[in-house]
């Protein structure tokens, strides 16, 4: 590795370092500012004023605010996240156990939202101005700009409660809860390494509605961003030399336009799929999806700040190495980079 490769590296590492800490910090601050206090939260309203205080000091309230952040600072860099006033354990075990029900939930929204969301885009561009091109843009406005609770309350009402054709509240049907032993904690692929068939069935059927409204929200902004990358590439002089060559249409958009809208295309799903893993908020609320988006709002709710800055250090992470991750699938699609 050389000189400059080194110092490259180093100041990647710094800024990551950077950007973390001063995310941390803004969350601690703004975590003490709000009117919500935690030692209620573990007293009760009722308890005296002895106990009050003893358990304010044990949190360590009494000391100052930059004291505060250096000793959280200090457990963090030895893996302690402190204890959730939520569930009584520690952070990073909370963490563990509700992240994954997350990961399964975004990935299935993101296969499906660029599965779909990338041919609509390309099919668009290629039909400017005509009907499907209309017809793509609407349907992409309308999955955009619905709030993403209503399409669950819906998709609840018609698919869960009309035609009983999906799964209601929870991650799987009661008479299989805890049947199969969490191995890595996605419970289709759990189910399947045990061969708990049954159980893999009721888990899709309790996954794929939620999954399928949060992959129309992503579709409708990776197809948006896909059609408007293929109208910018369709427009260069080198398709039109590709055409007049006598390259098929198909080769044309594929073989060409859409190569070169490879890697902008990489950091758009990226985006948007750490978006899913930290905005998945709502569908988990309306589904009673043990997630980690429940798992922050209801954090938020108790004032529990240990357990909130587990989750904001935890985004920041994800958006971090997606970003690393993108950035490093450009020097492999795009050689312009190296």
Request: charged residues 15%.
């Amino acid at each position: 590795m050389t000189t400059s490769n080194v110092r490259a590296l180093g100041h990647r590492l710094l800024s990551v370092a950077l950007t973390l800490l001063g995310l941390l910090l803004l969350t601690f601050v703004i975590g003490r500012v709000m009117p919500l206090d935690p030692v209620l939260s573990i007293v009760g309203p009722d308890a005296d004023r002895s106990t009050y205080d003893q358990v304010y000091q044990q949190l360590g309230l009494d000391r100052p605010l930059p004291v505060q952040f250096g000793y959280y600072l200090r457990d963090l860099l030895q893996g302690d996240l402190g204890n959730a006033l939520l569930t009584g354990h520690k952070v990073t075990d909370d963490l563990a156990r509700v992240l994954p029900a997350t990961v399964e939930l975004a990935t299935m929204a993101i296969l499906l939202g660029t599965g779909l969301g990338v041919p609509l885009g390309v099919y668009a561009a290629t039909r400017r101005g005509r009907l499907a091109d209309h017809v793509v843009r609407v349907i992409s406005l309308f999955g955009y700009s619905t709030p993403v609770f209503w399409f669950g309350m819906m998709g609840l009402l018609v698919f869960y409660a009309w035609l009983g054709w999906a799964g209601g509240a929870g991650r799987v049907d009661l008479a299989f809860d805890g049947l199969v032993a969490p191995r890595s904690g996605l419970l289709l692929l759990d189910a399947a390494l045990a061969g708990e068939w049954e159980v893999f069935r009721s888990a899709l059927k309790f996954l794929i509605l939620p999954a399928c409204i949060l992959g129309l929200h992503s579709m409708a902004y990776i197809s948006r961003m896909t059609r408007s990358f293929m109208l910018a590439q369709l427009s260069q002089e080198y398709i039109t030399t590709a055409r007049v060559k006598g390259l098929s249409e198909r080769g044309v958009v594929w073989g060409h336009a859409f190569r070169n809208i490879l890697v902008q295309l990489l950091t758009i799903v990226a985006l948007a799929y750490g978006g899913l893993l930290e905005g998945a908020v709502l569908i988990e609320t309306v589904f009673a999806w043990p997630g980690f988006g429940q798992y922050l709002t209801s954090s938020l709710l108790l004032g529990d700040m240990n357990a909130v800055m587990g989750c904001v250090l935890v985004v920041g992470v994800i958006f971090v190495t997606l970003n690393l991750l993108s950035d490093a699938l450009y020097h492999v699609f795009d050689p312009r980079t190296r």
